[in-house]
């Protein structure tokens, strides 16, 4: 359908892009170094991250985050994470890589870590919380940090929604081990896809730099630029992954970070816009924004009764929304885990990502507000 609305559509700078591009392929240098060098140097300035390490994916970055905390701080298989069902299977399956335990707690309003249900998780074997910044939303985040700091758990924030997303005017990384973005494709900030692991702790970034290059002690760049006729020698002191990213990534990260805050500002401009057509009925209820934040506005979410009706007559009209999540204890992966999360469940039954990117415009957002407001009433007269 030629006029059809869809959930995820990314925007390039296409010149910019390639211009990046062009210049890897003249330098002969399209892996790990001189672009990837360029992106985390301007990331730290950016966001004010102490640390940065980019990756091939933010599914590598949560990975290496619990591997390295686990070899640093001498957890051992079968100790707990504590985190959510309500979100993408990677943010778990970190935990599972690493032989650890994940723990769901329940979430809140915000589809976030309810920081009541994370207390009541705690036990002797637990190590660490996983946060996740549902669609940009910082959620409890602060009693979290709090929490996490009074019960000497580490903290990982699963930042792949929150590219440009701040709390109370700055970057979220306060209290926090470490912060893990996502530059896939349709996110805020897309490359093809691509990742980044910001430790506040600088010998945990030094020894993910090791572990997303398989353990080797020194890049190959790092290599290049050194001086003598050793160069080439380096030490292999452990078995490490190979995960690190690369400059053509890095090169469309560089311009696409340009324009990341007024990407931004134009994604909370729908989500007004959003606001403002289903402001007037109480039967969808609109996930709100924690006090503080200034969500970077990956998705913008309801919740109503009857859910995959109203997302098959949302395809049936020519829009096709998104649901971001079903709840992971739905998956035969983790079906087995104890069910004792009633807000997700309910949660994953009713909530719907309305399309969110920057092709739309003002008669885009109306139509698929009035559209939703229709079927659900006709549902529910």
Same mark, same amino acid.
């Given at each position: 359908?030629s006029?059809?609305?869809q959930?995820f559509v /990314?925007?390039?700078?296409v010149e910019e ?15 790990l170094?001189f672009?990837t060098?360029?992106f ?5 300035a ?5 640390n940065?390490h980019?990756l091939a994916?933010a599914t ?6 619990v591997h390295?905390m686990?070899?640093r701080?001498?957890?051992r298989?079968?100790d707990e ?5 309500i979100?993408f299977v990677?943010?778990n399956?970190?935990i599972?890589y690493e032989r ?5 707690a @329940?979430v809140?309003?915000?589809g976030?870590l ?18 996740v910044?549902?669609?940009g ?8 940090i709090?929490?996490?700091r ?6 990982i924030?699963d ?11 700055? !970057? /979220?990384?306060k209290?926090?081990?470490a912060v893990v ?8 900030? /897309? ?5 980044m692991?910001?430790?506040? @702790?600088q010998?945990l970034d030094?020894?993910v730099?090791?572990q997303?290059?398989?353990g080797?002690?020194?890049d190959?760049f790092?290599?290049?630029?050194s001086?003598g006729?050793?160069k ?11 995960s ?6 890095a090169g469309?990260g ?8 007024q990407?931004?500002a134009?994604?909370?401009q ?6 403002e057509?289903?402001?007037?009925t109480?039967v969808i ?6 006090p503080g934040?200034?969500?970077s506005?990956h998705?913008?979410q309801?919740?109503?009764p009857h ?9 049936n009209?020519?829009?096709? /929304?998104?649901v971001?999540?079903?709840t992971? !204890? @739905?998956?035969?992966?983790y079906?087995?885990m ?7 469940g309910?949660?994953?039954?009713e ?6 990117h920057?092709?739309?415009q003002?008669a885009?957002v109306?139509?698929?507000s009035?559209?939703?407001i ?5 549902q529910?007269?």
């Open positions: 359908m006029d059809s609305i959930l /990314p925007t390039f700078r892009c390639l211009a990046e591009i062009r210049e890897c392929f003249e330098k002969g240098w399209t892996g170094g672009k060098v360029q985390e140097n301007a990331w730290k950016y966001t004010g991250h102490r940065a980019f994916s590598a970055g949560l990975h290496l985050a390295v686990k070899e701080y001498g957890w298989d079968g994470v504590i985190s959510t069902p979100t990677s943010t399956h970190s599972l650890l335990n994940a723990i769901f @329940d809140d309003e915000y976030c309810d920081p009541d249900s994370v207390e009541q998780r705690v036990t002797s074997r637990t190590r660490a919380v996983i946060f910044g549902l669609g939303n910082t959620g409890r985040l602060p009693q979290i709090e929490f996490c009074a019960k000497g758990l580490k903290l924030l930042a792949a929604h929150m590219a440009g997303a701040r709390l109370n005017g700055s !970057t /979220p990384d209290g926090i081990d973005y996502s530059f896939h494709a349709v996110k805020n900030l /897309p490359t093809a896809d691509s990742g692991v910001c430790f506040a @702790d010998e030094a020894l730099r090791q997303s290059w398989l080797i002690d020194k190959t790092t290599r290049t630029l001086g006729a050793y080439w020698h380096y030490d292999v002191p452990r078995v490490g992954f190979k690190h990213g690369n400059s053509i990534m469309i560089l311009v696409q970070l340009k324009y990341l805050d990407d931004n134009y994604r909370r729908l989500s007004a816009w959003y606001d057509f289903l402001g007037g109480n209820r609109r996930v709100p924004t924690a934040c200034e969500s506005r998705l913008y309801v919740c109503v859910r995959d009706e109203v997302f098959l007559a949302l395809n009209a020519g829009i096709f /929304p998104g971001h999540y079903r992971n !204890t @739905d998956y035969a992966m079906r087995h104890a069910d004792d999360c009633p807000n997700a309910a949660f994953s039954k909530v719907i990502s309305l399309p969110l920057l092709r739309l003002r885009d109306e139509r698929v009035r559209q939703l229709d079927i659900v009433s006709d529910n007269p």
